[in-house]
T-cell receptor, first 116, second 114 residues
Framework: DAGVIQSPRHEVTEMGQEVTLRCKPI?????LFWYRQTMMRGLELLIY????????DSGMPEDRFSAKMPNASFSTLKIQPSEPRDSAVYFC??????????????FGPGTRLTVL | AQSVSQHNHHVILSEAASLELGCNYS??????LFWYVQYPGQHLQLLLK??????LVKGIKGFEAEFIKSKFSFNLRKPSVQWSDTAEYFC????????????FGTGTRLTIIP
């Protein structure tokens, strides 16, 4: 199993540009999560999906951020327009539902975004 | 809103020293508790998890954690650390079945001196 795959691994862009981050969850997982990690705020949940449907986007910082999951094997997080304060590492994670147990989330390697 | 506190921001230890990293959470109901580790340049990996069974949980690489409900704590321990344990450690809390949000602490950076 390749694990959660994220691309690109590094992204450097200029303020005002559109940025698209991509995630491929582990096959068979029905939950997908997007997190942002910064020195100041630690690891924050932005949004999560269940069976491709967005369930909770209360962590999305503002309207410049949007996320989609068109199918079970692909999700995008888009920032338009990007700002320097969006610089962070963005992680995608996935997990599967199994009975009544809460199963661990498996994290991808992250995308390090730098907005100049 | 629930929160997770990790009071130790940076811990420096010598090899073979004993380790205890603190984690406290604010939610009063049923919780699931986790410790994740992030080695330099790598993604987060699960060390151990607590799901309402034995309050003393054993994880990978010799780590363990004890859930003390009365203290709202889930401290991570290891009796003898190794240089390879140098990493950032995150405590996380989930409110129980039906709530999918995982709230993370701000992390503790652990540096082991050979």
């Amino acid at each position: 199993d390749a694990g959660v795959i994220q691309s690109p691994r590094h992204e450097v862009t200029e303020m005002g540009q559109e940025v698209t981050l991509r995630c491929k969850p582990i096959s068979g997982h029905d939950y997908l999560f997007w997190y942002r990690q910064t020195m100041m705020r630690g690891l924050e949940l932005l949004i999560y999906f269940n069976n491709n449907v967005p369930i909770d986007d209360s962590g999305m910082p503002e309207d410049r951020f949007s996320a989609k999951m068109p199918n079970a094997s692909f999700s995008t997080l888009k920032i338009q327009p990007s700002e320097p304060r969006d610089s962070a590492v963005y992680f995608c994670a996935s997990r599967y539902t199994s009975g009544s147990s809460y199963n661990e989330q498996f994290f991808g390697p992250g995308t390090r975004l730098t907005v100049l | 809103a629930q929160s997770v506190s990790q009071h130790n921001h940076h811990v420096i230890l010598s090899e073979a020293a004993s380790l205890e990293l603190g984690c406290n959470y604010s939610y009063g109901g049923t919780v699931n508790l986790f410790w994740y580790v992030q080695y330099p340049g790598q993604h987060l990996q699960l060390l151990l998890k607590y799901f309402s069974e034995d309050p003393l949980v054993k994880g990978i690489k010799g780590f363990e954690a004890e859930f003390i409900k009365s203290k709202f704590s889930f401290n991570l321990r290891k009796p003898s650390v190794q240089w390879s344990d140098t990493a950032e450690y995150f405590c996380a809390v989930n409110k129980g079945f039906g709530n999918e949000k995982l709230t993370f602490g701000t992390g503790t950076r652990l540096t082991i001196i050979p």
